[in-house]
Each structure stands twice: as structure tokens, then as C-alpha cells.
């Protein structure tokens, strides 16, 4: 199997880091590997986004997977390539983006919200189908989408919690994405890492539970 696919199965769990973290995402993921982390995105929308894909690849990528996220282009795909990201999300489906991504040897997570883009998707070489914005599919979704298409790998994204991980994993959810409901913004706070890495754990036990 593809090493990033092992590193993101591995922890169910795709962190997604956007915005502006002031050059400390280091130390963001640091803690959350400490929580059991095996996989993040920095979304291309973020402050300083390629300098902080290559620093995470060049500390973290040999143990994890680091990807690339709200990537709309196929040049960005190979910008982000060059950064050093091992897999490639996007929030829609596009399948130049696929077609550049497997080109260059990455794993590829692109956005879909229907059964017939989740088939188009795989079909062009999708390894998982992020299903976006999954607060507006909901676990009950995932579990009918398995119902036809049991072997696809779906990757909940969108306003998912600890408790609702717990709900798309049981549904039959390969990973899911998790976002501000991660991470929030207290990090930068007085024992607020400390608390992202208990945040972090919550997540990957609701992957272990149902594994």
C-alpha cells in the first residue's frame, strides 16, 4: 500500500491547518502527533502556505502524511508538489487536479457531495472521495453510500466533532477531515497545546473504536 494511504489509515484522521498560525505550525503538529496524528493539510488559503508545507514535510514527512488542501488547480497541485505535500484535497472535484496529481505520484482526496462525482472521482483516480460539506450529508449518508459502493474510501469533511467522528466511522468512514472543531484557536493560549493534544487523542479514539 502507499505509504501516505498507511499514514493517513493509520490515524483516520486529516488535520486540516488554515489561516494564519504566525510560522508555529511545528509546534501545532508536534502536538498533535502527540495526540495520536498521522495526517495534515495546510490549506493553500493560509499565510506563508508552501514555506509551511516544507517545513512540516521536511520534520514530520518520513512519519506522517502531509498534504496539501484547498488546492483548485493543477498548478497548484504541482506547487504544492514541489513544496514537499504527499497528497492533494480539494473541496470540489475536478478532474484536471486528479489527472496532475497521480502524475506526480501523490495521493488524491478531492471533494465530492454525490454518488455519480464519488464514482467520477475514483474512476479518474481518486484514492478517497472527501465528501464536503459532510454537516450537510451527515453519517446516514455514508452508510447508504457503502450500501452500492462498499469498496470506496470516504473521508467526512466539514463540520465534524469527536462525537460525530465517532458516528461517520461506525456509518463506514475510512477517515475524516477535521478542521476548527480540531483546532480551534485557544492554541496559542497558556496550555493550549497541551489541550490540542487531548483534542487530538478524543479524535483518534473515535477511529480506534470503530478500526
Not at 55 to 76: D, Q, W
Amino acid at each position: 500500500m502507499n505509504p501516505t494511504i498507511q499514514h493517513i489509515e493509520a490515524g483516520k484522521v486529516v488535520a486540516i491547518l488554515r489561516g494564519d498560525f504566525a510560522g508555529r505550525e511545528e509546534e501545532i503538529v508536534a502536538a498533535m502527533i502527540a495526540g495520536g496524528l498521522t495526517a495534515v493539510e495546510v490549506t493553500l488559503n493560509s499565510r506563508d502556505v508552501f514555506a509551511a508545507i516544507n517545513r512540516l514535510a521536511k520534520r514530520f514527512g518520513s512519519t506522517m502524511a502531509i498534504g496539501a488542501g484547498t488546492v483548485l488547480t493543477p498548478n497548484e497541485v504541482q506547487r504544492a508538489a514541489d513544496a514537499g505535500a504527499q497528497f492533494i484535497v480539494s473541496p470540489n472535484r475536478d478532474l484536471a487536479v486528479i489527472a496532475e496529481t497521480k502524475k506526480l505520484g501523490l495521493v488524491s482526496l478531492p471533494g465530492c457531495f454525490t454518488p455519480s462525482e464519488v464514482v467520477e472521482a475514483v474512476n479518474a483516480g481518486a484514492d478517497a472521495a472527501k465528501l464536503f460539506p459532510a454537516n450537510s450529508l451527515g453519517p446516514a449518508f455514508v452508510k447508504a453510500l457503502r450500501g452500492p459502493l462498499p469498496n470506496i474510501r470516504t473521508v467526512p469533511t466539514g463540520g465534524v466533532t469527536a462525537e460525530l467522528a465517532r458516528e461517520y466511522f461506525a456509518a463506514g468512514a475510512w477517515a475524516i477531515g477535521a478542521g476548527s472543531e480540531l483546532i480551534g484557536k485557544e492554541w496559542f493560549a497558556d496550555g493550549g497545546l497541551e489541550r490540542l493534544t487531548e483534542r487530538t487523542a478524543a479524535f483518534v479514539a473515535a477511529g480506534r473504536k470503530n478500526g
